[in-house]
């Protein structure tokens, strides 16, 4: 079992950082591939990064790449999201998420079993 709680969103220009925090609990924490996922107000959830066990292979969206680096430490139960050159799109409710079989790393919603809460980002143009 994983419990995940999401922090550190908020309002933020555009153009500026944010850095979300997600802390996990239970012991098999580092046995699973994390994935950040967001939600806009009508639309999908939809894939923001995702990386493995290790932390040594990440994966990205299109529309982040370059801009957002997913990272984690095993260490301390907690998987972040820094976000930079935030565009007005990047507004949504984002969730960290563990999938259903621990070490898939994967694009699709549907594969992940564990969800935090969620936390409101919100870019201003």
């Known amino acids: 079992q994983v419990q995940l709680v999401e922090s550190g969103g908020g309002l933020v220009q555009a153009g500026g950082s944010l850095k979300l925090s997600c802390a996990a609990s239970?012991?098999?924490?580092?046995?699973?591939?994390m994935g950040w996922f967001r939600q806009a107000p009508g639309k999908e959830r939809e894939f923001v990064a995702v990386?493995?066990?290790?932390?040594?292979?990440?994966g990205y969206a299109d529309s982040v790449k370059g801009r957002f680096t997913i990272s984690r430490d095993n260490a301390k139960n907690t998987v972040t999201l820094q976000m930079n050159s935030l565009k007005p799109e990047d507004t949504a409710v984002y969730y960290c998420?563990?999938?259903?079989?621990?070490?898939?790393?994967?694009?699709?919603?549907?594969?992940?079993?564990?969800w935090g809460q969620g936390t409101q980002v919100t870019v201003s143009s």
């Open positions: 990386v493995d066990w290790s932390g040594g292979v990440t």
């Open positions: 239970g012991r098999t924490f580092s046995s699973y591939a």
């Open positions: 998420a563990a999938p259903y079989r621990a070490r898939y790393m994967s694009y699709d919603s549907g594969d992940y079993y564990f």
